[in-house]
């Protein structure tokens, strides 16, 4: 298995985020997911049979495929070629001011739930959050330590003032990157929420925003 790539492209006030993974021999699939506000919009798989077996060599090509179809559906969005339906933003909900303009990430709450074959860890808890821009780093392993791919993983942000779920899907080392910019927070309780599931097994992880302190104006 090959790592695969994550872009995030902005066309106007537009940003479609594109994903193309390699699914691992078993499947022996290329798959490409286009992303809008967490919708899927996009989906294109390719198989690479005529590759199988792999060894060094056939890697290198296979690593080139994935680079390649993952550079052709970006093009394709940008020159049009590939339309996408861009789902409607629901209708704005009355104004409510804010609680904060900016957050903190606390530590982990109790609140956690790992089954005795799933452990999920965001490895970059203390730092996951710069400014208004999220950037989350989580591996997925087994109860033996061993890397879980191939798990779907789930995030959303509690006391947003719009619902998003956020979607990725671990590699080859049980790892998933997820990054997205933070909505506006009306909750009076704002948490980030982390599900992972695979084959009916989930583990799910709980962090809190803390709202910094306002420095009055001089």
Do not use: C
């Amino acid at each position: 298995m090959v790592f695969g790539h994550n872009s995030n492209l902005k066309l106007g006030n537009i940003t479609f985020h594109v994903q193309t993974e390699d699914r691992g021999e078993t499947h022996a699939l290329l798959d490409t997911t286009v992303y809008y506000r967490g919708r899927v919009l996009h989906r294109r798989t390719n198989n690479y049979f005529d590759l199988l077996p792999l060894n060094e060599d056939r890697e290198q090509a296979l690593k080139l495929r994935l680079e390649e179809q993952h550079r052709m559906v970006i093009e394709e969005i940008r020159s049009g070629a590939l339309q996408l339906p861009i789902p409607p933003d629901p209708p704005a909900p009355p104004a409510i001011p804010p609680v904060a303009q900016s957050f903190t990430p606390e530590a982990p709450e109790p609140f956690s739930l790992e089954t005795q074959t799933m452990h999920l860890t965001l490895v970059n808890a203390k730092t996951w959050l710069s400014g208004k821009h999220a950037n989350l780093e989580i591996v997925l392993k087994d109860h033996n330590g061993n890397p879980m791919p191939d798990a779907e993983v789930k995030v959303e942000l509690q006391g947003a003032e719009l619902t998003n779920i956020y979607h990725g899907r671990t590699g080859a080392q049980g790892e998933a990157k997820i990054e997205f910019d933070l909505p506006r927070i009306t909750g009076s309780e704002p948490a980030l929420m982390i599900e992972a599931e695979k084959n009916g097994t989930r583990g799910q992880l709980r962090f809190a925003l803390r709202a910094k302190p306002r420095v009055p104006s001089v």
